[in-house]
C-alpha cells in the first residue's frame, strides 16, 4: 500500500515504556499533592475519580497502564480553587484552561507541571502548554439529574463489585 506524503507525516504515537510511565505517574502525584495541600488549607473538596479511585482502592496506587489522574469537584469549588490558585500554586504548575492558555482546547481544566512535556498525538501541531497533567473535571449539582446519576453510579458500582467477585 502507497502512503501519500501526508499520511507519512502524520504524527507517530509513542507507546511509554514501563520507566517513561512510572515518570509520569511520580510527576502527577507531585501535582495532586500541590492540588490536595490548596484544597485542604481552603476547605475545598475534591473527589479522586474513574481509574484514579480504582487504582487508588484496587491497586493502592495507580492502575498499572494508567497514564493519568482524573479529580472531580462541584462547580463552587472549583471557581474557589480556581482563584486561590492563581496566588498559591508553585511555580512549578500551571493552572490550564481556554482563559490561561489560549491555545487549549478542552472544556475541563488541567494542572499542568511545568518543565515537563506529555503530548498527545491530537495536540502535536497546536500551540498550548503540553506538560505533564491532571485533570479537573466540574460536577453541577441540580437535584433531579443528582438523583438519577447518583443511583446509576451506584448501579455500576455494584455490577463492578459482582464481576470482581466472581473473578475471585
Not at 506524503?5 to 515504556?17: D, F, R, V
Not at 498499572?64 to 508553585?90: C, G, H, Q, T, V
Request: aromatic letters at 12%; one cysteine or more; hydrophobic letters at 35%.
Amino acid at each position: 500500500m502507497k502512503t501519500t506524503e501526508s499520511q507519512s507525516k502524520q504524527p507517530q504515537p509513542h507507546i511509554l515504556t514501563d520507566s517513561e510511565l512510572k515518570l509520569i505517574q511520580f510527576e502527577e502525584k507531585q501535582i495532586l499533592k500541590a492540588v490536595h495541600e490548596i484544597c485542604v488549607n481552603n476547605n475545598i473538596k475534591y473527589y479522586i475519580y474513574g481509574g484514579t479511585l480504582l487504582g487508588a482502592v484496587r491497586h493502592k496506587g495507580f492502575i498499572p497502564w494508567d497514564d493519568d489522574i482524573d479529580i472531580l469537584m462541584y462547580r463552587n469549588d472549583y471557581k474557589k480553587f480556581e482563584k486561590i490558585a492563581k496566588k498559591a500554586l508553585s511555580k512549578d504548575y500551571f493552572l490550564q484552561n481556554n482563559l490561561t492558555d489560549k491555545g487549549y482546547y478542552q472544556i475541563w481544566p488541567k494542572i499542568r507541571r511545568n518543565g515537563t512535556v506529555l503530548e498527545n498525538v491530537s495536540e502535536v501541531n497546536l500551540t498550548m502548554h503540553k506538560g505533564v497533567f491532571i485533570d479537573i473535571f466540574m460536577l453541577d449539582y441540580e437535584k433531579k439529574i443528582s438523583k438519577r446519576l447518583f443511583k446509576k453510579a451506584k448501579i455500576h458500582s455494584l455490577l463492578a463489585y459482582a464481576l470482581e467477585v466472581k473473578k475471585r
